[in-house]
C-alpha cells in the first residue's frame, strides 16, 4: 500500500518523463493521418504523453499550491501557474486543446479549492474565453468543429451525425448485442463516441448505469476529500477526480451533442492502451490519497482539538 508521499515522488518522476516525451513530440511523433502530432509509433502500439502528464501534473502543481501555504513557503502557486501554463502551450501547439482545456481546468479547481479569489477566477475565465475565440480565428480544425456544433442541422453523413442517429435508434433498451449499425459507420466508434454504439446496442439503460457510476465515485471522493486534514491531499484528490469526472462528461456530452466535437476518451470505458493505463494510474493515486488514514477530522483541527 503506498502511501501519500510515495505517490508524490512517483508522480513527480512520472511527469519530468511525460514532460519531456511531450516536448519531443514535434520531433519524434506521428499524427497518424489526423492531423495533430500526439503519438509516438512503437511499432506494435502507440504511446500519447499527454495521457499520463495529466495525473503527474495534478499531483505535482498541488504539491507546490500546498508548500505556498505554508509559513515562510515558496511562491507555489505561481510556479505551478506558469507549469500550466507550459504544458498547455505545449498542447495547443499538436494541437490538442481539449487535453488542454482539462489540464486548465484541474489547475483552476485546485486554485479554487485552496482559497483563490473570486475576481481573478473571473479573469481567468475571461482569458479562456479569449483563447477560444483566438483559437476559432487561427485554426481552421477548431473553427470546422464549432460550427458544426453551432449549426442546427446535423449532416447524416458526419460523426455527429452517425452518433445522434445511433442513439436515436436505440431507444430505452437497445437494439440489442452486436445488433447496431453505428459502429460500422464512424471512425472513432471505439474511442470518441463509444457511448453512441453502447446507446444503439443497450439503450438508455446502459447510458444511465455508467452515468451513476461516474457520478458516485466523484460524489463519494469529494465527500471523503472534505474531511481531509492535509492540504496537499486535499489538493491532488480533488483535482483527479474532478478531471476524472469532466472528462466522462465531456465524452459524453458529445455523443449527444450537447457539446462540440471533440477528441477524447471515455474513462475505463474507450478501447486506448495509454488512456486506460493513464486513468488507472490516476485512480490508484486517488485511492491512495482518499484512503482513511489516522487522523483527527477537519472539523476538530479547526476547532484547535485535532493538533
Not at 200 to 221: C, D, N, P, Q, T
Not at 236 to 243: E, I, N, S, W, Y
Not at 268 to 281: C, D, E, P, R
Request: glycine letters at 12%; one cysteine or more; a positive charge.
Amino acid at each position: 500500500v503506498m502511501s501519500p508521499t510515495l505517490v508524490r515522488r512517483l508522480a513527480v518522476l512520472g511527469f519530468a518523463l511525460a514532460f519531456v516525451a511531450l516536448a519531443f513530440l514535434p520531433i519524434f511523433g506521428t499524427d497518424f493521418g489526423k492531423g495533430a502530432v500526439r503519438w509516438y509509433s512503437l511499432g506494435f502500439a502507440s504511446l500519447q504523453p499527454s495521457e499520463f502528464l495529466k495525473p503527474g501534473f495534478i499531483v505535482v502543481a498541488a504539491w507546490m499550491i500546498a508548500a505556498s501555504q505554508q509559513i515562510n513557503g515558496p511562491p507555489g502557486t505561481l510556479m505551478s501557474f506558469a507549469l500550466c501554463m507550459m504544458v498547455v502551450m505545449m498542447l495547443v501547439l499538436q494541437p490538442d486543446f481539449g487535453q488542454a482545456s482539462l489540464i486548465l481546468f484541474g489547475w483552476g479547481v485546485m486554485y479554487f479549492v485552496a482559497g483563490a479569489p473570486m475576481l481573478l477566477l473571473v479573469c481567468m475565465a475571461a482569458v479562456v474565453v479569449l483563447g477560444g475565440v483566438f483559437a476559432y480565428n487561427s485554426s481552421e480544425h477548431f473553427a470546422r468543429r464549432i460550427d458544426g456544433f453551432l449549426n442546427p442541422d446535423v449532416d447524416p453523413t458526419t460523426q455527429l451525425g452517425y452518433a445522434t442517429n445511433a442513439i436515436r435508434e436505440g431507444g430505452l433498451f437497445g437494439v440489442g448485442v452486436g445488433e447496431g449499425q453505428v459502429k460500422w459507420s464512424l471512425p472513432d466508434a471505439h474511442t470518441d463516441f463509444i457511448v453512441a454504439v453502447a446507446a444503439e446496442e443497450y439503450g438508455l439503460v446502459l447510458v444511465a448505469v455508467l452515468i451513476a457510476l461516474y457520478a458516485s465515485i466523484v460524489v463519494r471522493s469529494l465527500f471523503r476529500l472534505m474531511r481531509e486534514r492535509d492540504t496537499f491531499i486535499r489538493l491532488a484528490g480533488t483535482g483527479l477526480v474532478c478531471m476524472f469526472g469532466v472528462q466522462a462528461m465531456i465524452n459524453m456530452g458529445v455523443a449527444v451533442r450537447l457539446l462540440p466535437a471533440k477528441g477524447m476518451t471515455l474513462p475505463f470505458v474507450s478501447y486506448g492502451g495509454s488512456s486506460l493505463i493513464a486513468t488507472g494510474i490516476a485512480v490508484g493515486m486517488l485511492l491512495a490519497f482518499t484512503r482513511t488514514r489516522p487522523q483527527g477530522g477537519i472539523a476538530d483541527y479547526l476547532n484547535g482539538r485535532g493538533r
